[in-house]
Structures are given as structure tokens and as C-alpha cells.
T-cell receptor, first 109, second 113 residues
């Protein structure tokens, strides 16, 4: 299989920084996506990593280590509207995008 | 421009009936994906189309599920003899090509009574 593992739930305080980790099986790896999904809505794209390193996009950054099969999504200056599920998804050579079960983030005032 | 659209947005059906779900991808997107999401669960891959062909059908849960895509555009997902465990949100996504950002439609919420 191609298990994607990420924590089920996380909590953080408004204005803080939170890091959501994702591990995956490396065989056949093409690229890694992060999506945000608010309750009752469709997922929306956040980032795509193919090469090792950190990609920064405003308050959100995504990191990838291909050799370790590891990625994280870093959210800075948290806002209440960041409360959502964050989905890690890996593209493999089979042309299939495998999603993790998602990390439900709750931001408290 | 217009995003991915799906119809119907909600479908309630009786066990044993057939249902057809429709997806209109973003114009020009060659890749189209179907996923299923049960309440509180992650996305389950069902099938992927590149143009009109489906290189990977391994995610379809049973032979009651089938999908087609015509003209490299609209796709339909058909579930025959629906069962209660088929109840879920069915999401469609499209992308310009393989291994590229996927744009999701709003989903069809299917309830099988």
C-alpha cells in the first residue's frame, strides 16, 4: 500500500504557529500536495512540492524531504478562519493521488 | 472562468435503485478524478481519466460502480443497485494534466435509504 500518515487532530491558539506533519511511502513518489478543506466544502489547493526544501507562500509554507518520506505544512499567525482539515496527498507513478485522512485543526481565540 | 461543477448537489435514493452523478470539469483540463468522502473521513480515490480513457480503475469499490467520460469533457459516475454503504459525498476534480493541481467541484451528497 501507499499509506499516508498525518495526525488526526490538532489545536492551536490564534496568532500562534502550527506544524502539521505527513509521512508517506517513498517508492514511486512523484509529488506531494497539501489541500485545505473547511467543513462541508470541497478541498482547495494550498501547495505542491516535488523537490526537497521549503516552499513559502504567505502565511503558509510546505516542506518536503523525499529521502525521508516526510513533509510538513507550517501555518503562521494563525487566524480563526484557518480552522479546517488539512489533507496531505501524494502522487505516485500509478497516476493515482492518494490522500491521507486529514488533520482537523481547531484554532482558539 | 467557471470552476468544476457537479450535479445533482444532493441525491436521496432508495436501496437498490441506480444513480448517475455528473461532473463538468474546467474547460481544457485533460485529467479528471472521482473521489468519495464518507462523513469525517478522508478522500477515497475511485477512478482517474486522462482524456476519455481511464488508466486506473482500481479504486472502484465494486462492479456496481462504473464511470465514463466523453469528448474529453463531461464525466458520469454510475452506481447500480445502490446500498446504504454507498452514502457519501462524491467529489470530482480536474487538472490541466497528470500530477498537477486538482480543482475540486462542490460534490454530490448521496444518501441511500
Amino acid at each position: 500500500g501507499q499509506n499516508i500518515d498525518q495526525p488526526t487532530e490538532m489545536t492551536a491558539t490564534e496568532g500562534a504557529i502550527v506544524q502539521i506533519n505527513c509521512t508517506y511511502q517513498t517508492s514511486g513518489f512523484n509529488g506531494l500536495f497539501w489541500y485545505q478543506q473547511h467543513a462541508g466544502e470541497a478541498p482547495t489547493f494550498l501547495s505542491y512540492n516535488v523537490l526537497d526544501g521549503l516552499e513559502e507562500k504567505g502565511r503558509f509554507s510546505s516542506f518536503l524531504s523525499r529521502s525521508k518520506g516526510y513533509s510538513y505544512l507550517l501555518l503562521k499567525e494563525l487566524q480563526m478562519k484557518d480552522s479546517a482539515s488539512y489533507l496531505c496527498a501524494v502522487s505516485y507513478n500509478t497516476d493515482k493521488l492518494i490522500f491521507g485522512t486529514g488533520t482537523r485543526l481547531q484554532v482558539f481565540p | 472562468g467557471a470552476g468544476v461543477s457537479q450535479s445533482p448537489s444532493n441525491k436521496v435514493t432508495e436501496k437498490g435503485k441506480d444513480v448517475e452523478l455528473r461532473c463538468d470539469p474546467i474547460s481544457g483540463h485533460t485529467a479528471l478524478y472521482w473521489y468519495r468522502q464518507s462523513l469525517g473521513q478522508g478522500l477515497e480515490f475511485l477512478i482517474y481519466f486522462q482524456g476519455n480513457s481511464a488508466p486506473d480503475k482500481s479504486g472502484l469499490p465494486s462492479d456496481r460502480f462504473s464511470a465514463e467520460r466523453t469528448g474529453g469533457s463531461v464525466s458520469t459516475l454510475t452506481i447500480q443497485r445502490t446500498q446504504q454503504e454507498d452514502s457519501a459525498v462524491y467529489l470530482c476534480a480536474s487538472s490541466l494534466w497528470d500530477d498537477n493541481e486538482q480543482f475540486f467541484g462542490p460534490g454530490t451528497r448521496l444518501t441511500v435509504l
